[in-house]
Every structure is written in structure tokens, then in C-alpha cells.
């Protein structure tokens, strides 16, 4: 069984108004339409020269110059200009041999209209004032006085396809700004979508980076600890030293596959749910973890951390991971057992941190910036939020980060 689709066909006004609103220039199969276009005329131009003002049918030279005069029809939307000056010119000797002066009138108003749509307003108004004063100077010549009523009831309608045309233009040049505008605008919806995603890859790649790292890091350590207890003296096993290394690994690997499958779901999941799925960020609550996370790593960290209540989870998630990074640095890069200080506190509606340590700071430095993102994500954490990032080696020796996140953007831009 074969399912077929018609299109439906547009109604009456539809395409009527597509006509209006599209550029003549452009319209597929012009030259075809306008030669029938041509021929219709033509054959109306013959109806109205046989039939109407039987006193002044034409002759020969004047069937000529009638039907002449819509040949140039055919070209009229690629050379309006050239097609009306050609009409005009068989037009003029037809009405000077007083033929039938109604017959060749759609032809002429065709080309004109034509001229209006795609000329300039001014060179339109321009080119009726001409055809005036020409079609005046060739009666007061050629014709009889007595005509000047016909003539001002024929400009009267020269005037009208004049100011229709410049109408139709002006309607045509404002939907063509409103397509303009609505474009302008989708690529503008497109772009602010790309940004956005590269914006979610990068916040994505920055905690994937924060936790595998410092995950990593301590998983090393501890695997360090319990092989150096066995390598240590085989005969004497210290059982639960090596068994509290064993268990802390377990406890870092459950962490680190609880903020995994998190951050999995967020890739997983799309608009809403991707935020649902996502779960509270991390804060400076976790600190205190961070801290002995690394005490079981080997390092002798000191902290102090005060805070208020009301600090907005964006400074309190960015404040964290630089915390994380920075310890997960230290652990790797400081040396063996180093004292490290952290320090988190609020001063003048800014959140301040500062992670320092006492070992080898050019090591530090090297292992962050040596084809690494430590640093570089630290310095994208504080951005984020608004804030600044110093890092580098101390003048005493070690390595030093130093971070300030303002409170008062971050909460204007949370609300």
C-alpha cells in the first residue's frame, strides 16, 4: 500500500500576496509569463482598437505600430527603463496618426508600472513627469486641443499606476526588511545555542578534569603508601596500615564514581532535565573533605575557612574547585609530606582563598602549565564568577594561589 501526499495548494489571497511581496526580478520563469503577459494585451489592444471609437480604426501602419508597441513586453523586467522608452516611441507615432488612442493604454501602463516596482521613487515620479510633458507637447503639435479632457482622464490613471507602484515597492522593501530581521534574529538564536553548548563542554570538561585529577592523584598516593609498607620489610607486615590505605582507595574511588555518574547524567539528559539531573554543586561545605582528603594523601594541611551564610553556589562551587586543584597540585608536585595552608574568608563583598605550600614551587608550576589545564581551569573557575587568580612560586620557596570571587555579581546574576 502506497501513501501519497498532495501539497495543498495556496488560496487566492495567498498567492496574490506572494505576487506582491516578491521581487519581479527574481520571479521564476519571468521571461515565459511575461510573453503571454504580452500576448494578452496585445489581443485586448485588438479588441479595443476594432471595436471602440469605430471613427478612428487604425490603417496598416497603425495595426503595426499597435502591436509593435508589445513586442518590448516581453523584456520589461529586465530592462523596465529601455521597454517603456521603446513603447513610448511606437506609441507616439500611433496617436499622431489618430488611431483608436484607448487601445495601446494597458500596454503603456504595464511598462510603467513596471518602472515603478523597480526603479527608485524619484526616477519614477521623474519618468511621469516626462511622459507628460511629452504626451502634451505631441497633442498641442499633432493632435486637436478638444482631446485635453481625454488626455487628463488617461493621465489620471498614469498617475495612479505610478503611485501603486511606488506603493507596492515600499510594501516590498519592508517585508524584505522583516525576513531580513528574522533572520538576522535565527542566526542569532543559532549562534547564542552554540555558544551555549560550547560553554556546557567546557564547564563539563573542567569537572571531568577537577575530579579525575585530584581523584587520581590521591588513588596514586595512597597505592604508593600501602606498595612502600610492603616493600618496606616483607617479614614484618604492618597489616592495618595497609589495610587503611586499601580502604581509603575504596573511599576515593565510591567518591569519585558518585560525582562521575553525575556529571554522565548531565550529558545524558537535555534542557530541564538536564539541570534536575545535575544535583547541588559543590561548596565550600566540602572543603573540610578536600582538606582530609589530602591529610590521608600524605601532605600536613592547616585550614581555616569563614564564611557567612549567604554565599551564592556559584562562588561557593568555583571556590571549591580551585581549592581542589590547588591541593590536588600540592600533593602531586610539592614533594613529600608538604605543609599546606588554605584559607577561605569573606573581606569587602568578596569571597578570598588561598592555597600555599612549602615545597618545590617551579615543580608545581611546571606540572600545571607542562601540557596540563590545572591552571588554566582555575583561572576559567574565578572568570566565571567574575574573579581574579594569581599563581606561582612563593619568593620563599613553594607555590601559592591566591583567588578573589566577588558576592555582590554573583548574586545579582543568580537572581
Not at 54 to 80: E, F, I, M, N, S
Amino acid at each position: 500500500m502506497h501513501l501519497t501526499t498532495t501539497r495543498a495548494r495556496p488560496r487566492l489571497g495567498e498567492r496574490v500576496t506572494a505576487t506582491l511581496t516578491r521581487d519581479p526580478t527574481t520571479a521564476p520563469h519571468a521571461t515565459r509569463k511575461d510573453a503571454v503577459l504580452a500576448a494578452v494585451l496585445a489581443a485586448l489592444a485588438a479588441v479595443l482598437a476594432a471595436f471602440t471609437d469605430t471613427l478612428r480604426h487604425p490603417d496598416a501602419l497603425g495595426w503595426t505600430l499597435l502591436l509593435a508597441a508589445h513586442v518590448p513586453l516581453v523584456w520589461r523586467r529586465r530592462r523596465p527603463l529601455l521597454v517603456l522608452a521603446a513603447v513610448v516611441v511606437l506609441v507616439i507615432p500611433y496617436h499622431a496618426l489618430d488611431n483608436n488612442h484607448g487601445a495601446p493604454v494597458p500596454a503603456s501602463l504595464v511598462a510603467l508600472y513596471t518602472v515603478t516596482v523597480t526603479q527608485r521613487p524619484a526616477r519614477s515620479i521623474l519618468v511621469g513627469v516626462a511622459g507628460l510633458a511629452l504626451s502634451v507637447t505631441v497633442m498641442f503639435t499633432f493632435g486637436d486641443h478638444k482631446q485635453l479632457p481625454d488626455l487628463v482622464r488617461t493621465y489620471g490613471w498614469v498617475l495612479a499606476v505610478l503611485f501603486i507602484g511606488i506603493d507596492v515597492r515600499y510594501y516590498r522593501q519592508y517585508v524584505a526588511s522583516l525576513v531580513e530581521r528574522a533572520e538576522r534574529a535565527e542566526r542569532t538564536r543559532e549562534e547564542e545555542a552554540r555558544r551555549r553548548v560550547a560553554e556546557e563542554r567546557l564547564r563539563i570538561a573542567r569537572d571531568l578534569h577537577d575530579l579525575l585529577a585530584h581523584t587520581i592523584t590521591l588513588i596514586g598516593v595512597q597505592t604508593s603508601v600501602a606498595a612502600h609498607v610492603l616493600s618496606a620489610d616483607p617479614e614484618r607486615l604492618d597489616r592495618e596500615t595497609i589495610a587503611k590505605a586499601l580502604d581509603d582507595i575504596a573511599d576515593t574511588c565510591r567518591t569519585a564514581r558518585g560525582e562521575l555518574r553525575t556529571t554522565l547524567e548531565v550529558l545524558r539528559e537535555q534542557g530541564a532535565a538536564a539541570g534536575e539531573a545535575r544535583g547541588p554543586l559543590p561548596g565550600l561545605d566540602g572543603v573540610p573533605d578536600l582538606v582530609e582528603a589530602a591529610r590521608l594523601a600524605g601532605a600536613r594541611v592547616t585550614q581555616t575557612v569563614r564564611t557567612g551564610d549567604a554565599t551564592p553556589p556559584a562562588v561557593g562551587a568555583a571556590a571549591y574547585r580551585i581549592v581542589q586543584e590547588a591541593l590536588t597540585n600540592a600533593v602531586r608536585h610539592a614533594g613529600a609530606e608538604p605543609a599546606v595552608r588554605v584559607e577561605v574568608y569573606e573581606e569587602q563583598g568578596a569571597l578570598r582563598l588561598a592555597v600555599t605550600d612549602d615545597g618545590a614551587g617551579t615543580d608545581a608550576a611546571g606540572g600545571a602549565g607542562g601540557g596540563g589545564f590545572g591552571l588554566v581551569g582555575m583561572r576559567e573557575r574565578a572568570r566565571s564568577v567574575g574573579g581574579t587568580l594569581d599563581a606561582g612560586p612563593r619568593a620563599g620557596g613553594g607555590f601559592e594561589v591566591t583567588a578573589v570571587l566577588p558576592l555582590r555579581g554573583a548574586l545579582e546574576g543568580a537572581g
